[in-house]
């Protein structure tokens, strides 16, 4: 396999001087490292919580505005950037002649913002010809709330698509859709990059046949408390089983569910009753399922008017490398094993006539199929593991559906939620006690 570039940090110069100075520099460094952990968009005070939280490690970069001057995406690596009400934005990536690549990249509207039913995002794949390879358009539909939603692009080694299957530059085409004629603000992005090694030994070409698409019965009893995360790099572990979390309107949850080849997904989530208000809010709860590579499978949704509603999913394939070469892209989806997330967005507009809430949220999480072998990769993915699951991701979803507690990365996703609550009077009081003493401790040295 070809070896890849990878985008190249280069730290900015280190000030020189005094020790009391240096010390000045350490802690506004400490303070800038700090505030650039909390989710993308979180205002320095407390108060309402960004719409979204970027991951941690998103590498910033900048949109060109051709082919020509546009930034390179290492595949296994995720960034951050930023979408123009109008125009197009360009990113390159390098790929070798045998892997398949995914690049997906989430819009993230400021929260506030006047969103219609068909504004959303396009994500088109070029070869350095400028042929298309893939085309990929994602809308609000009629859940008209700010909320964070993903298109993907691809590149696939097909004999439907031999323009692309050179190595070389690919052009990456990010653009707004958009219903009215002028919107100025900009979205936020997160862009995530992935390839897929080729086979050891081609398979089957086609689509499987028969699958059983029939709607299991939801499952029943009382679930256990598991809050979900605020994106895709914080999404909290859950496996088959029982889920319940509290949402706010305007608030979007992302859940993650190993799901290993042969395993068949099914999924609802159900809004309890409210305790005051009136009316019918449409579009009100949004239930979307994303693939390993944050590529859209399916959402369903269900309007509110105060009792109990639910919104499940029509029934999925089971995951199969096959599932590729389906017609409809729900099904094309369901290619490979590895975590899924189900990601929940509760309308702002739920507010307007029920008030902020919260609301009581219920996940239903039903896994059937037996797990089988993979299809046998000739190499490692980038990022390695991404399409097959661990002994780790097999135990804990194992421990989720016989309704271990929350641990490890429920845990860890309430931390992240911890941290980013934190107002910024309270980081910059830690920052400048560690300032002083700091600067002290260097003064008292000389």
């Given at each position: 396999?070809?070896?890849?570039?990878?985008?190249?940090?280069?730290?900015?110069?280190m000030?020189?001087?005094?020790?009391?100075?240096?010390a000045?520099?350490?802690?506004?460094?400490?303070?800038?490292?700090?505030?650039?952990?909390?989710?993308?968009?979180?205002?320095?005070?407390?108060g309402?919580?960004?719409?979204?939280?970027?991951?941690?490690?998103?590498?910033?970069v900048?949109?060109?505005?051709?082919?020509?001057?546009a930034a390179?995406?290492?595949?296994?690596?995720?960034?951050?950037?930023?979408?123009?009400?109008?125009?197009?934005?360009?990113?390159?990536?390098?790929?070798?002649a045998?892997?398949?690549?995914?690049?997906?990249?989430?819009?993230?509207?400021?929260?506030?913002?006047?969103?219609?039913?068909?504004?959303?995002?396009?994500?088109?794949?070029?070869?350095a010809?400028?042929?298309s390879?893939?085309?990929?358009?994602?809308?609000?539909?009629?859940?008209?709330?700010?909320?964070?939603?993903?298109?993907?692009?691809?590149?696939?080694?097909?004999?439907?698509?031999?323009?692309?299957?050179?190595?070389g530059?690919y052009?990456?085409?990010?653009?707004?859709?958009?219903?009215?004629?002028?919107?100025?603000?900009?979205?936020?992005?997160e862009?995530?990059?992935?390839?897929?090694?080729?086979?050891?030994?081609?398979?089957?070409?086609?689509?499987p046949?028969?699958?059983?698409?029939?709607?299991?019965?939801?499952?029943?009893?009382?679930?256990?408390?598991?809050?979900?995360?605020?994106?895709?790099?914080?999404?909290?572990?859950?496996?088959?089983?029982?889920?319940?979390?509290?949402?706010?309107p305007?608030r979007?949850l992302?859940y993650?569910?190993?799901?290993?080849?042969?395993r068949?997904?099914?999924?609802?989530a159900?809004?309890?009753?409210?305790?005051?208000?009136?009316?019918?809010?449409?579009?009100?709860?949004?239930?979307?399922?994303?693939?390993?590579v944050?590529?859209?499978?399916?959402?369903?949704?269900?309007?509110?008017?105060?009792?109990?509603?639910?919104?499940?999913?029509?029934?999925?394939?089971?995951?199969?490398?096959?599932?590729?070469?389906?017609?409809?892209d729900?099904?094309?989806?369901?290619?490979?094993?590895?975590?899924?997330?189900l990601?929940?967005?509760?309308?702002?507009?739920?507010?307007?006539?029920?008030g902020?809430?919260?609301?009581?949220?219920?996940?239903?999480?039903?896994?059937?199929?037996?797990?089988?072998?993979?299809?046998?990769?000739?190499?490692?993915s980038?990022?390695?593991?991404?399409?097959?699951?661990?002994?780790t991701?097999?135990?804990?979803?194992a421990?989720?559906?016989?309704?271990?507690?929350?641990?490890?990365?429920?845990?860890a996703?309430m931390t992240?939620?911890?941290?980013?609550?934190?107002?910024?009077?309270?980081?910059?009081?830690?920052v400048?006690?560690?300032?002083?003493?700091?600067?002290?401790?260097?003064?008292?040295?000389?």
């Open positions: 396999m070809r070896r890849r570039r990878a985008v190249r940090w280069r730290p900015a110069r000030w020189r001087g005094s020790p009391p100075v240096r000045r520099a350490a802690a506004v460094a400490a303070l800038l490292c700090v505030t650039g952990a909390l989710p993308a968009g979180t205002a320095l005070a407390a309402t919580p960004a719409p979204y939280a970027f991951a941690p490690d998103a590498r910033p900048d949109g060109g505005t051709s082919a020509a001057g390179t995406l290492a595949p296994g690596t995720t960034y951050k950037s930023s979408l123009p009400g109008s125009g197009e934005i360009h990113y390159r990536l390098n790929l070798d045998t892997s398949d690549a995914y690049v997906s990249v989430t819009a993230v509207p400021a929260a506030g913002s006047t969103i219609h039913a068909g504004d959303g995002v396009k994500v088109s794949v070029r070869d010809a400028g042929r390879c893939s085309q990929n358009t994602e809308t609000f539909g009629i859940v008209r709330s700010p909320r964070p939603i993903a298109a993907w692009g691809v590149r696939e080694i097909s004999a439907d698509r031999p323009r692309c299957e050179s190595a530059s052009d990456v085409i990010v653009e707004r859709v958009s219903t009215s004629e002028s919107a100025a603000d900009t979205w936020d992005l862009l995530f990059a992935a390839t897929e090694s080729p086979l050891k030994q081609a398979g089957e070409t086609s689509a046949e028969t699958w059983d698409s029939a709607s299991p019965d939801p499952l029943t009893g009382e679930g256990e408390h598991r809050a979900g995360g605020p994106g895709f790099a914080s999404a909290v572990a859950i496996g088959e089983g029982v889920w319940t979390s509290d949402i706010e305007g979007t992302f993650e569910v190993p799901l290993d080849w042969g068949q997904l099914h999924a609802g159900e809004l309890g009753a409210s305790k005051g208000g009136d009316g019918y809010a449409v579009g009100a709860l949004n239930l979307a399922l994303y693939n390993p944050r590529g859209f499978v399916d959402d369903a949704g269900a309007n509110y008017d105060g009792s109990v509603k639910a919104a499940e999913l029509d029934p999925l394939p089971p995951v199969a490398y096959e599932n590729r070469y389906a017609g409809p729900r099904l094309s989806a369901m290619r490979f094993a590895g975590s899924y997330y990601v929940v967005h509760l309308s702002a507009a739920v507010a307007e006539r029920y902020d809430g919260p609301f009581e949220l219920t996940l239903r999480v039903r896994e059937d199929g037996s797990a089988q072998a993979g299809p046998g990769y000739a190499g490692e980038e990022p390695r593991d991404v399409f097959q699951l661990s002994a991701d097999r135990e804990a979803a421990a989720d559906g016989a309704g271990g507690g929350a641990g490890g990365s429920g845990d996703a992240v939620l911890a941290v980013s609550g934190i107002g910024a009077g309270t980081l910059v009081l830690v400048l006690g560690v300032w002083m003493v700091v600067a002290r401790r260097r003064v008292g040295a000389l």
